[in-house]
């Protein structure tokens, strides 16, 4: 765990061995001093506002510009003594972020719960070839437990995640082989990113699969979030040049009256979906290639913001693919890592964007582990069930809608009861699970199709469900509890026999002794 | 018992039925509390979208209610009784919970990461206690609820000692 306590040891007395050079005690790093050119321009937005504020009301005397150069300095400085007092340091068998402001706190992150390391290049910080490191932990507490480098160059920030990964994996005798590539240790010297590491590239996704990008349906809202922020900006700054709620009113009757150009704004919307999200899609996930440097899976994309995820290999648990329904008649698929310890891993342990899903079955098998068993079908009462549950809703608003007297919402509500009649089908066929000896399988859901593959070793438990219709079916949930992803995956309405059968394959040891008959 | 897995060996405490039964005539006055709420709110605020059969006889509504949730009040405590039940051997805990739904739970004593001794308001005064049981998963944890505080405390200590000791060994 991190934690902030009062005075730890002096700085640069610590352990030697930092920096992975061998014997040499290192004097704590800084950040390089170049982050003082960035954020002042981080903080523009926020200052503009009163700036232009403070100029406007003081009628642009000289007493108001001086204020205003006094915000300027006095951030500009902030930024700077925030600079000067935080350090970071390798000392021993942990990584110490020290700030020392006001007070002087330390936050302390063993290395061995490291699960992670981001390196993160937003554009200011390509200018000046600066990275941001994200340093993962593994720790629930949220955002405020992890640490974070703001502002190291590009080629120091990609030694220190392979120093801090390689550290948190225990291989100490590996490190002399690094030192002499790694040589001198300051943080302002630019050391070449050590070629010792064995390197391979799984997948450098070529251009032309963004194509694919739309049809997962995300950022196909980008052209209405484009919209409400720009209006949301109007508002906010609408006031400062005069423009007030009487008339944006004038403005929407305006519109209201000429309700050609309103459709022709919707349709233009509506038309600007596919595109604007495509290129958005192309953007996050621009040039996107997996490699495995060292022990970690490597995966790295962005155009503007060029984002690089190291997923440790051993504490990688198995993968997820999923499928939306456009994606699946297109055969496409996405691809996850399933990690121990690792929030938020639809963003992080993103492996793959979408890709044709043989391809991506073929890289998950190469990069982690191969599947080498088919799903099983679950029994015709689940195909009932899936059934139900699809039709059931629409024909319940039907009939009340036509208690209450509302014929149209009844029909509608009918229409949508007979589109679960594919819906349930599908939903059956997606049903299967699986074990081949190593991983065992689950996969469920039909709009959003996912398929679940973990290793045998990470199930920590078993949870069989079974609801009074699913008794009255004869079947049963078999939840495997795993201690990574979203922590349980789950065989939806296996046969009574089945299901427990399968959880007893998987793990013998633990069910034989409770099974009736055996 | 239509699933191919046997009963677990040990009952929890005869005092649960009185525990569920307290916990039921709770939920049973809360719910018929919600519902007169609901009526009168109703009642009183003359909406003319609801038909006038419906807001004539709103009254009803808590009525029905209090009359159909009644019987349950009785049986699910005697039901949870004849469900609940616990067993710990192979170093596997095997538990099996609920009512009109029911849930087998398989936990092996080397994946446990904290085993927790809990006592609510109402178990402490029929001595009762709550045995909890967690590994890194929502679906590999559970929870023992209406053992004998004496048999909760025993189980804890076992598990705790028992997966210690299994964790050593695995280093």
């Given amino acids: ?518 | 018992m239509p699933a191919p897995l046997r009963d677990p060996a040990n009952r929890v405490s005869r005092r649960a039925i009185t525990l569920w039964l307290l916990e039921a005539l709770i939920g049973f006055l809360l719910l018929v509390g919600g519902a007169a709420l609901v009526a009168s709110w109703i009642d009183g605020s003359g909406w003319s979208w609801v038909p006038s059969w419906l807001s004539g006889n709103i009254w009803w509504l808590p009525g029905v209610i209090a009359v159909v949730e009644l019987p349950f009040v009785v049986i699910e405590p005697l039901w949870r009784y004849a469900v609940h039940r616990w067993e710990l051997s192979g170093d596997v805990v095997y538990a099996r919970s609920g009512w009109f739904s029911r849930q087998w739970v398989f936990i092996p004593v080397s994946r446990i990461q904290t085993v927790d001794k809990e006592q609510g308001w109402f178990e402490r005064l029929l001595g009762l206690a709550t045995v909890e049981i967690r590994t890194a998963s929502y679906a590999g944890s559970s929870s023992i609820k209406g053992l004998d505080v004496g048999v909760a405390a025993r189980l804890a200590e076992d598990l705790a000692h028992r997966a210690h000791e299994l964790r050593d060994d695995a280093t």
């Fill in chain 1, 1 to 518: 765990m991190t934690e902030d306590s009062g005075a730890p040891a002096e700085p640069g007395a610590g352990p030697p061995g930092v920096w992975g050079s061998g014997a040499v005690a290192v004097a704590p790093s800084r950040l390089s001093p170049l982050v003082l050119l960035i954020d002042p321009v981080r903080m523009l937005p926020s200052l503009l506002l009163p700036l232009v504020g403070v100029l406007f009301v003081g009628g642009f005397s000289p007493s108001s510009f001086f204020w205003a150069m006094l915000a300027i300095v006095g951030s500009v400085g902030y930024a700077a003594v925030r600079w000067a007092t935080f350090t970071f340091q390798i000392v021993g068998d942990r990584l110490e972020l020290t700030r020392s402001l006001v007070s002087r706190s330390v936050r302390t992150i063993p290395l061995e719960r490291i699960r992670g390391v981001d390196v993160t290049t937003p554009p200011l910080h390509r200018l000046f070839n600066l990275a941001v490191i994200r340093i993962d932990t593994g720790a629930s507490g949220g955002a405020k437990q992890e640490g974070e480098l703001d502002g190291v160059p590009l080629p120091e920030a990609e030694r220190l995640r392979h120093i801090l990964l390689r550290r948190s994996q225990d291989a100490r005798h590996e490190e002399h082989a690094e030192t002499a590539g790694a040589g001198s240790a300051s943080s302002g010297a630019r050391t070449p990113t050590s070629t010792a590491v064995d390197e391979r590239v799984y997948v450098r996704v070529p251009w032309y699969w963004l194509l694919y990008g739309p049809l997962s349906g995300a950022f196909l809202l980008t052209p209405f979030a484009l919209l409400g922020g720009a209006i949301g900006l109007a508002f906010q700054w609408g006031s400062e040049f005069g423009l007030s709620e009487r008339v944006a009113i004038t403005v929407g009757e305006w519109l209201w009256n000429r309700p050609i150009l309103l459709v022709l704004a919707g349709l233009l919307l509506v038309m600007a979906m596919p595109v604007a999200g495509g290129v958005m899609y192309a953007v996050f996930n621009w040039n996107f290639t997996l490699r495995r440097r060292g022990s970690s899976l490597v995966a790295e994309r962005g155009l503007v913001t060029r984002r690089s995820v190291a997923l440790e290999h051993r504490r990688i648990r198995g993968y997820e693919i999923a499928q939306g329904l456009l994606e699946r008649r297109a055969r496409v698929a996405r691809l996850w890592a399933i990690v121990t310890g690792l929030g938020d891993s639809r963003t992080r342990g993103q492996l793959l964007p979408v890709v044709p899903r043989d391809f991506a079955m073929k890289v998950a098998a190469e990069a982690i582990g191969p599947l080498d068993a088919g799903l099983r079908p679950h029994p015709p009462q689940a195909r009932q069930r899936r059934l139900f549950r699809a039709v059931a809703p629409g024909v319940a608003v039907a009939v009340a809608a036509v208690l209450l007297g509302w014929p149209w919402i009844g029909v509608l509500a009918l229409v949508v009861a007979a589109l679960g009649v594919p819906l349930g089908l599908d939903r059956y066929r997606s049903l299967g699970h699986a074990y081949d000896g190593a991983r065992l399988s689950v996969r469920s859901g039909s709009l959003p199709r996912s398929q679940a593959v973990v290793e045998r070793r990470a199930v920590v438990g078993w949870t069989v469900r079974q609801t009074w219709f699913q008794r009255r079916s004869g079947v049963l949930t078999v939840i495997a509890g795993v201690g990574a992803g979203s922590g349980g995956y789950a065989a939806i309405d296996t046969g009574e026999d089945q299901g427990v059968r399968f959880a007893a394959e998987v793990t013998p040891e633990w069910l034989a002794p409770f099974i009736a008959g055996s």
